[in-house]
């Protein structure tokens, strides 16, 4: 893990990062069902699914969620938490085999509602497949720490 610190000032709307490939296996499926419950058939019975549109075995959309944020997490900011997920969706489905890499873009930065010393980084998340098609897009909201104390902002404003 790379340390890099980061306050909410130093965020640029606009820049981006792009990881490596990761490829979504059978095993990943069938623990991600352990660990949920999850076992509904679009994940777990090959015969059910080949008489389905798809023809095959799906990811879990929350798999492939928990898997893509992960694989944006190779530096930690410790001015930085994540504060949650808006505009989640599964637009097209991961099979077995397939090869995800996620596209992170930092689109939005605001005030905190209640916390002066705060702000809110919104990242657009996109997960794509290895034909480049969006499989997953979200926004990944962050709380960050201001470099200055809200009276020291406003006076160098």
């Not at 909410?8 to 296996?25: C, K, N, P, V, W």
Request: aromatic share 8%; glycine share 6%.
């Amino acid at each position: 893990m790379i340390v890099s610190e980061l306050f909410f000032e130093d965020y640029q709307t606009g820049s981006a990062r792009r990881t490596l490939g990761r490829t979504i296996t059978e095993a990943d499926i069938v623990i991600h069902a352990g660990q949920t419950g999850d076992n509904f058939p679009h994940h777990m019975d090959a015969q059910w699914c080949a008489t389905q549109d798809f023809k095959r075995r799906i990811a879990h959309g929350t798999l492939v969620f928990s898997v893509g944020i992960g694989m944006t997490a190779s530096t930690i900011n410790p001015h930085a938490m994540s504060y949650g997920y808006d505009r989640l969706r599964f637009v097209r489905p991961v099979f077995i085999g397939d090869t995800i890499t996620v596209k992170a873009t930092i689109t939005a930065k605001r005030d905190h509602a209640k916390r002066a010393d705060l702000g809110v980084v919104v990242e657009l998340v996109e997960v794509l497949n290895q034909s480049d098609e969006t499989v997953l897009v979200c926004e990944h909201l962050y709380l960050v720490k201001r470099r200055w104390p809200d009276k020291e902002r406003r006076e160098a404003h």
